[in-house]
């Protein structure tokens, strides 16, 4: 057979190939490998990497075995000759059993020794960067508990590796958008920097791949692809800890990249000082950018991201049903954008609109309905519904008799229910007050009480108002 005919050959079975995936997966696994010889019923062809080899042999050998199968024939085995970078070690060969697949297959390994040393043959326009193209900043909606994180995030896609942020550390409860934010900066660095090498990529991953390189004795080309990266998007970060080994050798990714300009992000259930069993030279290097919280999302954020979903999803919710799923469902934004897929759900099976009915059976059944949680605000805004004054009149320096009363209620009472609070801190919530004012407030209240029945009504119906909020 002439190289002309194996070429053609070959070309055959990658347009099989990319009639079965998508265009970014053929660029990044297919389009660079080539036939090297057919002989003796053995197809032998090159891929750029090690670590390219190892996944179509996970990933596509099926589809690939189905390909030369078509296009050479039943008896046709399958060699892979893979171009790694020359190193001290001489490279072996590995056999991979193949009896149970299309075509078996072998490997070998060849020196390419006019590559430059530390680097994977990896086209950089051609890595499939593993971003979801659904999590941008477009769809990323922003709140107090998410404001930092999110400002930092967009600095770093204009200027990845360029600025102050580096590493990125994002930390807060699952379903927060830890992953939506990350996942954001990929994809703009990727718009603005086509050139990049962008990868995200979960820990757990990370951490089979590498186990999987210790297996097959290819370290070297595992360490190598990862250094290449110029922004590496590590998700739950968490997962690293105890597999020490593991840790290790992204000790040594984490300074190539970063002594190089490369910029890395991480994402984390909790903040670096409470990663036990994480090494600490890794937790040093982890605080050394911006370590940045998401928390969880309050309830003007939860509204905002409901009606983001509703206006995309041309989903119709009245107002007072959006209200109600926003105050009961506090836990993440992925389980209340969960109830909202739930109520389309049901609305659609049943044919009934999404009323407050259906919205109290759902969430009943989905999620624990929390318990609204007392606040100053809450306090003071139902005191001054009973003394008829304005909120603002409480925190301002009014002397006036009867705001002055309802100023000392709301301190005594936030006193007497929020516990937790300080007096200082009261009397900063309430009027910018120092702690001797709310302690005069609470002992006047207090010696009132048991000489004023219309104060202890006042209190009694200022209590039942705060618990009907």
Known sequence: MT???????????????????????????????????????VLTIFVPSQFVYEYIEEHYVDLLGAAIYRVFGADTQLNYRVLVVADKAAPGVVEQGGSQRPVATSQTAEKQGNAAPGTIAVPVQDLDPMLRSNYSFDNFIEGLSNK??????????????????????????SGVGKTHLANAIGLKVKELYPEKRVLYVSAHLFKVQYTDSVRKNTVNDFINFY??????????????????????????????????????IMTCDRPPVMLQGIEDRLITRFKWGLTAEIERPNL????????????????????????????????SVRELEGILISLHAHSALYGREIDLALAERVISKAVRVAEKELTVEDIVHSTCEYYHVKDEH???????????????????????????????????????????????????????????????????????????R
């Open 3 to 41: 190289e002309t005919q194996l070429v053609e050959l070959w070309g055959k079975c990658l347009d099989i190939v990319r009639d079965n995936v998508s265009d970014t997966a053929f660029k990044t696994w297919f389009s660079n490998t080539k036939p090297a010889s057919y002989a003796d019923n």
């Open 148 to 173: 930092l994180p999110r400002a930092a995030a967009e600095s770093i896609a204009l200027k990845p590796g360029k600025t102050v942020f580096n590493p990125l550390f994002l930390y807060g409860a």
């Open 227 to 264: 250094q290449s990266i110029d922004v590496l998007i590590i998700d739950d970060i968490q997962e690293f800890v105890g597999v020490e080994k593991t840790q290790n050798t992204f000790f040594h990714i984490f300074n190539h990249l970063h002594q190089n300009g490369k910029q890395l």
């Open 300 to 331: 003007e954020l939860r509204r905002s991201i409901l009606v983001d979903r509703v206006r995309r999803e041309g989903i119709a919710l009245a107002s007072n049903v959006l209200d109600y799923v926003a105050e009961n469902v506090t836990d």
């Open 394 to 468: 409480i925190y301002a320096s009014s002397r006036k008799r009867d705001i002055v009363l309802a100023r000392q209620v709301a301190m005594y009472l936030t006193h007497k229910h929020l516990p937790n609070l300080s007096l200082a801190r009261i009397g900063q919530c309430i009027g910018s007050k120092d702690h001797s004012t709310v302690l005069h407030a609470c002992r006047t209240i207090e010696e009132q009480l048991g000489v004023d029945k219309s104060v202890e009504l006042a209190i009694e119906d200022i209590e039942a108002k705060m618990k009907a």
